[in-house]
């Protein structure tokens, strides 16, 4: 039985058995391949999507309830001539990613935060960004996400203080 | 070595390399350097000046119409770009950036105009400099022993098994070895070329942005015109290498190449690779690490949709299937039984009792130290401070799970996958399914995290797959769950150890003694850095049914934890300063004084702090670097640590990128508070607990400390590891950190195991 739903704002079908998880439609049927593996069970983070605008697990949502609904992976967060997200941007100038691995996830993650929340308070970043990253880049992607909500001369402070 | 900061390669080679005595390696570096005469003559560089064979196999593999290779390490194309092959593998450390710069630097070659690429995993492009020093520092070696001649390959595997490890030495053996010297030689040799085109000496050239430059006339010549002549030139074996005043991107902050594709999705890892009629597959190995596949009744997988096969190993069973959710669910339905080879009573509490025993009781493998302890003891009467520390097994838990694709076809197999040494895979796979190594083609994929886990040596996915493909007429893609990954791993030891020392009336340490027991791998022990009269280090082997791995660090991170707890608590013993203690135990004037001094400095070292809070310090020197660092830490109402804050001082002599060496830093200090505070991989009859990151968690971002300072002081000592440094110090100086805030001291790792009970 052929399931629709849109990916990126392209219309897409695909034959998969209901049960499958929306992250392996999206990686194996639709080519999809930077939401990523990493638990399969929801504790990790590195498959979040957004799906009709909130942040998703992909790994745990079966696919047959993702019918008649607009998934983002990203792959389609960039603007349509190419300019990547806020986000990204700060991501590449902060230098996040060491392995990269959980990297479409924090994204994911920090981009729903600072639509939900405009300029999110760092209690705020504490408790959204629960998506483990075993290289370590935490402070980076607090300072690319405080970069991103125009936070940047604050975390600079931040840090200038954290020197002295 | 050590008053040059910029050692050629006749110095590197002949300077000391055994600055640790160990006690195999001798044998390491003997088995090695007969290897390295049969196949290169004795000149370790050699190779790559004299075999045109290799020279010739690396510009078939890389080098395409309009563009001139160099000593396989380099080519430079007529539209002046350069690109760098990098033998070793990124796996997020920034490797390919630095080797990049240095090569550029001495090149003086416009930094925009430079490619690193992933160097073939070819033997023409193997590393004998990186193996040389590699041996010299005990550590393990790469892939260069798979080519050595079969006589020597035998002896050479068998010491695989007494150490390996492939982080913090590619930036300074193979940058500072190989990709300087050969920037600086094909410099000259372009400098060459330009001179006789343009009919003026070459002392009056000059170089710079990817240009020779004749000032005095005001022509130049650029690189890419002048590659195809200078690729026939002769190179030079010994080119005068720049001195630090002189660097323009070592030492620089430059942004690293592979993050745009790690942001927008396009990055493909291993696990991502997929091919036209590819099928995926899962496994399940033996619960109990040397059990055995028993029986399976197959049909429960077959009756799933989309599961093509079920395949037997001699340990394991996989599922191979459409994609991976249906193999996933095939291999659920099955029921296979597997023996517990001899380990069922192996448990995390008898493998603590049994090295108690052993050390109480048992003679030591390996013996280190100075001056007579025993005397010293006896001397201070009943006055011996001792106290017990045991730390757990440790997973690497890299992000991405294992996963590898293999084609056989037509007489080869092809592989595609993640591993920190191509070679020594290709290597592995042969022998796993009785092929000869020219009929295994590698190609090395992005890696996500490796931390030790994907060096092949212990990566028995590489036998799995190649298993595999050979009884499917398809590719097939194999790919571990997270509760396979889990739960076989190869732990970072579960290991424990007794310290015991006096204090001189002076309050000095008069004599130290560690016990401690671990796998039958002595090596990798942290170097004892305090000035005390009598030292004793003595190593009891116990082994267990796991395949100890290198763990981000190796041994550095549990004698960490042991010697900088010790000496907290002989401070505390001798009423005095954690700092200042060890500062007075350290050679005035020493770098690592220096370090430590730093440290202290800033982090307000003494300044008070709110009530419930404690300032803990650590200092530990591994892979040629000095790490102090200093935690800031409370205790939450759940009895779990809070990490505050967190200071680093690093002395690895020179950074070649600080933006990227501090990303290596700060992620070594959260990986080891990480496993401080949670992490441990629990036996009980013989097989894994632990299952997901449910109940092995990994730090999350909340429990971080939000900021990480990280100071590098530069010195003239010869270039230490940036990967792996940054861990060892961390837990002690939580744990230090956590004394001071609470009274309560902490012996056993991790932490929240301690909260709970
Ligand atoms: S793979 Fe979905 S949360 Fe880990
Ligand atoms: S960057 Fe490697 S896991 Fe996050």
């Known amino acids: ?164 | 070595m050590a008053d040059n900061p910029n050692p050629n390669l006749e110095e590197i080679e002949a300077a000391p390399t055994d600055t640790t005595p160990v006690k195999k390696k001798g044998i390491k570096r003997r088995i090695f350097l007969a290897g390295a005469a049969l196949l290169v003559g004795g000149g370790v560089f050699g190779l790559y000046w004299a075999d045109n064979a290799a020279k010739s196999r690396a510009r078939a593999l890389t080098t395409g119409e309009g563009e001139h290779n160099f000593l396989t390490w380099m080519k430079i194309a007529e539209d002046d770009t350069v690109t760098v092959f990098s033998p070793h593998i990124d796996f997020g450390q920034g490797t390919h950036t630095a080797l990049g710069q240095m090569l550029a630097d001495e090149l003086d070659a416009d930094w925009a105009k430079v490619k690193v690429e992933q160097a073939p995993s070819d033997v023409a492009f193997s590393n004998t400099a990186l193996v040389e020093k590699f041996l010299g520092e005990m550590t393990g070696y790469p892939g260069l022993i798979a080519a050595l001649p079969a006589a020597v390959m035998g002896a050479l595997t068998r010491s695989q098994k007494i150490q390996i490890t492939g982080g913090s030495s590619a930036v300074r053996f193979t940058g500072q070895g190989g990709m300087r010297v050969v920037g600086a030689a094909v410099r000259l040799a372009l400098i060459e070329e330009a001179a006789d085109r343009l009919g003026v000496p070459a002392s009056e050239l000059t170089t710079a942005d990817s240009k020779v430059i004749h000032a005095a006339s005001g022509r130049s010549l650029r690189y890419g015109e002048l590659a195809a002549g200078a690729a026939e030139r002769s190179l030079r074996s010994d080119p005068v290498l720049k001195s630090r005043k002189d660097y323009r991107l070592i030492g620089k902050p430059v942004t690293r190449r592979d993050i745009p594709a790690k942001v927008d999705g396009s990055a493909v890892y291993g696990i991502d690779f997929t091919l036209p009629d590819m099928r995926v597959a899962t496994i399940a190995a033996a619960p109990v690490r040397g059990g055995k596949l028993i029986s399976v009744d197959e049909a429960p997988a077959l009756a799933v949709p989309g599961v093509e096969k079920v395949v037997k190993l001699d340990d394991a069973v996989i599922v191979v299937a459409k994609g991976y959710w249906q193999a996933s669910k095939g291999l659920a339905a099955l029921s296979p039984k597997f023996s517990d080879g001899g380990h069922g009573a192996m448990s995390t509490p008898a493998i603590y009792a049994a090295q108690d025993r052993l050390r109480e009781t048992g003679k030591p493998d390996n013996t280190a130290g100075e001056g007579d302890v025993a005397a010293a003891f006896k001397a201070a009467g009943g006055k011996v401070i001792s106290a017990d520390y045991r730390v757990p097994f440790l997973h690497h838990a890299m992000m991405e799970p294992f996963a590898l694709t293999a084609h056989f076809k037509s007489g080869k197999l092809e592989m595609w996958g993640g591993l920190q040494d191509p070679i020594g895979a290709r290597d592995r796979a042969a022998k796993a399914v009785g092929m000869d190594m020219e009929d295994v083609i590698f190609h090395p994929m992005i890696m996500g995290g490796g931390f030790g886990r994907r060096f092949p040596g212990v990566a028995e996915i590489i036998d799995q797959a190649a298993q595999l493909a050979r009884q499917v007429p398809y590719p097939v893609k194999l790919v571990w769950s997270r509760e396979e990954d889990l739960r076989h791993g190869t732990y970072r030891p579960q290991s424990s150890a007794r310290l015991a020392a006096t204090l001189d009336d002076k309050g000095r340490i008069a004599a130290w003694q560690s016990d401690y027991v671990q796998g039958d791998n002595a090596e990798g022990e942290v170097g004892f850095i305090y000035d005390v009269p009598a030292t004793s280090r003595r190593h009891f082997a116990y082994t267990t049914n796991q395949i100890d791995g290198p763990w981000r660090s190796v041994n550095s991170t549990q004698h960490g934890f042991y010697n900088e707890s010790f000496i907290d608590e002989l401070a505390h013993a001798a009423g005095e300063d954690p700092y200042r203690f060890r500062r007075k135990h350290l050679p005035d004037g020493s770098r690592h004084q220096k370090v430590l001094d730093e440290v202290a400095r800033r982090s307000g070292w003494g300044t008070p702090l709110p009530a419930g809070v404690g300032r803990g310090i650590a200092i530990v020197e591994s892979f040629g670097t000095i790490v102090a660092e200093v935690i800031e830490a409370t205790v939450k109402d759940d009895g779990t640590p809070k990490v505050l804050k967190a200071f680093a001082v690093v002395d690895c002599g020179t950074t070649v990128n600080p933006l990227n060496a501090e990303a290596q830093i700060a992620g070594g200090i959260i990986m080891g508070l990480s496993a401080t505070i949670g992490e441990a991989i629990t036996l009980d009859q013989g097989a894994v607990v632990e299952s997901n990151f449910t109940d092995y968690p990994i730090l999350r971002l909340a429990d971080a400390p939000p900021l990480i300072d990280v100071h590098f002081i530069e010195s003239d000592a010869p270039m230490g590891g940036i990967g792996e440094p940054g861990v060892p110090p961390a837990s002690a100086a939580l744990a230090n950190a956590l004394f001071m805030a609470t009274g309560k001291r902490i012996r056993t790792l991790p932490l929240r195991q301690q909260a709970k009970a």
């Not at chain 1, 499958?20 to 990523?36: F, N, S």
């Not at chain 1, 190419?82 to 994204?107: D, E, F, K, N, R």
């Open chain 1, 1 to 164: 039985m052929a399931i629709s739903f849109t990916v990126n704002g392209k219309d897409v079908s695909v034959a998969a058995e209901p049960d499958t998880p929306l992250l392996w439609v999206l990686r194996e049927e639709l080519a999809l391949t930077g939401t990523k593996f990493g638990c399969g069970i929801a504790a990790c983070g590195a498959c979040s999507v957004h799906v009709d605008g909130q942040l998703t697990r992909s790994c745990s949502v079966p696919v047959s309830e993702i019918a008649g609904r607009a998934v983002t992976t990203i792959e389609g967060l960039k603007a349509e001539d190419g300019t990547l997200h806020a986000v990204q941007q700060a991501w590449i100038a902060a230098q996040v990613p060491q392995c990269g691995y959980c990297q479409s996830g924090q994204i994911m993650a920090a981009v729903a935060l600072i639509e939900r929340t405009g300029v999110p308070s760092e209690a705020q970043i504490d408790e959204a960004m629960t998506n483990i990253c075993r290289c370590g880049t935490y402070p980076r992607i607090r300072k690319a996400i405080l970069a991103a909500t125009g936070r940047a001369a604050r975390a600079a402070a931040a840090s200038a203080q954290g020197e002295a």
